[in-house]
């Protein structure tokens, strides 16, 4: 069993940065692909970014690509998301998930922390 808490979110201007945090609990947190994705309001939920299980791979959606890092901290738990020249169309609510395999559905998925960027 993980549990995974999403911190971080909040308002920021158009070009301004925020760095996502999620925390997880459960001593197989290294077994895990890492995973953002989010889900703006009225829009179905899509892919940003994961993170391999030793944090040496990673894959991006092409909309934040350059824009967006991924990273983790096995020894402690934790997934970032660094956002960096954020725009308008970034705003969703941003969820972590741990995934078997990378492309496979999420085992498990915090409540999510609402990302708002203003223009």
């Known amino acids: 069993q993980v549990q995974l808490v999403e911190s971080g979110g909040g308002l920021v201007q158009a070009g301004g940065s925020l760095r996502l945090s999620c925390a997880a609990s459960g001593r197989t947190f290294g077994a895990y692909w890492m995973t953002w994705v989010r889900q703006a309001p009225g829009k179905e939920r899509e892919f940003v970014a994961t993170i391999s299980r030793s944090g040496g791979f990673t894959t991006y959606a092409d909309s934040v690509k350059g824009r967006f890092t991924i990273s983790r901290d096995n020894a402690k738990s934790m997934v970032y998301l660094q956002m960096n020249s954020l725009k308008p169309e970034d705003t969703a609510v941003y969820y972590c998930?741990?995934?078997?395999?990378?492309?496979?559905?999420?085992?498990?998925r915090g409540q999510g922390t609402q990302v708002t960027v203003s223009s």
């Open positions: 998930a741990a995934r078997s395999v990378p492309n496979g559905s999420d085992n498990y």
